[in-house]
């Protein structure tokens, strides 16, 4: 039978739109491939980004950074991460020298004491690896425990070096109890067992155990500070009194060794200008979300500010 006019019109207009369909199809392939190829760049670009920035693209000889920030023992310096960070430093063998950024007011003799030990045992491993410690705004007390445990210490002249002692502070309060009528009731076995609690009157012997217990852990940082300047330590009657002092007078006293920045080190001391931060970080989500929000947050505060300024 033959095709009459209309099925002809019908099959053309079929065909035609088939092969529209499958061209829209490609299309549609083609846009989802380049779309997931830019995607699959801008993370490798984002990744080279954070790389950069972090320092973790220097391949050649280079000076191992580790910064220890912020109280030592609480949630900014903590001796694992730090610990890991150190033999991390030593074992890569680019490393000219560690060099320990610190920027501290002190913290747990603990701390300190387990980070000073490593140090000093990684650098008896590793003999042609020195270690440096460069001193920001405030090394004192446990900070300063740890620096002394490196090869040279470097200051600015306007830092604040030392607090070589030890504290344990607390409050009183029976006076004040007293004159709000409140009764402290503390029931323990064991005499000691409420050891200098602060709602109950002081305890002369409870005091005296505390202050023997202070007076040998500071031995315990005099010791370290002794054994770790060694023969530059010029000692005073105040030295170890918890006193703290500048910069330049700290050289002075041979509790550092010179003026210095980082990058002063790297350049002049270690020879090796490259930085690699061995600082332990967050990991890779984090500091690309943290980064994109930054970006993403410059981007958009002057569009908000000009918002804000129309009404």
């Keep these: 039978m033959a095709e009459g006019p209309d099925n002809w019109e019908r ?14 199809r490609k299309a549609r392939r083609w846009a989802i491939f380049f779309r997931s190829l830019f995607f699959v760049w801008l993370f490798l670009l984002l990744m080279m980004f954070v790389a950069h920035e972090d320092g973790e693209l220097t391949t050649g ?11 030592i023992g609480g949630n900014d310096v903590n001796a694992d991460d730090i610990l890991a960070a150190l033999n991390n430093a030593f074992e890569d063998k680019r490393s000219k020298a560690v060099v320990l950024r ?13 980070i000073y030990d490593e140090i000093r045992r990684l650098r008896a491993k590793n003999p ?4 440096y410690a460069v001193v920001e705004d405030i090394c004192a007390s446990g900070g300063y425990y740890i620096a002394a445990a490196a ?13 070589i002692g030890v504290l344990m502070d607390g409050f009183g309060f029976t006076d004040g109890m007293k004159k709000l009528g409140v009764e402290r009731r503390l029931l323990t076995a064991g005499e000691n067992k409420g050891f200098l609690d602060p709602f ?14 202070l007076a040998e852990i500071h031995q315990q940082f005099i010791q370290a500070v002794r054994q770790g300047r060694g023969k530059r330590l010029h000692e005073t009657p105040d030295m170890f009194s918890g006193l703290v002092w500048n910069g330049a007078k700290s050289v002075e006293l041979g509790l550092a060794d010179g003026l210095g920045s980082l990058d002063y080190v790297a350049r002049e001391v270690v020879r090796a200008e490259d930085i690699l931060d061995f600082t332990p970080q967050e990991n890779l989500a984090d500091r690309l979300a943290r980064r994109l929000g930054t970006a993403i947050g410059d981007a958009v505060r002057p569009w908000v500010k000009q918002q804000l300024s129309l009404h």
């Design 11 to 24: 099959d053309a207009l079929e065909r035609l739109l088939f092969e529209q369909l499958k061209e829209q």
């Design 61 to 71: 000889p280079h000076t191992a950074l580790i910064n220890i920030q912020g109280e």
């Design 102 to 114: 610190i920027n501290s007011p002190g913290g747990s003799p603990v701390t300190a004491g387990i």
């Design 128 to 131: 042609n690896v020195p270690v």
């Design 151 to 163: 090869d040279r210490i470097y200051v600015d002249k306007a830092s604040l070096v030392g607090s």
């Design 200 to 213: 109950s009157p002081e305890d002369p012997k409870q005091v005296a155990h505390a202050k023997a217990m």
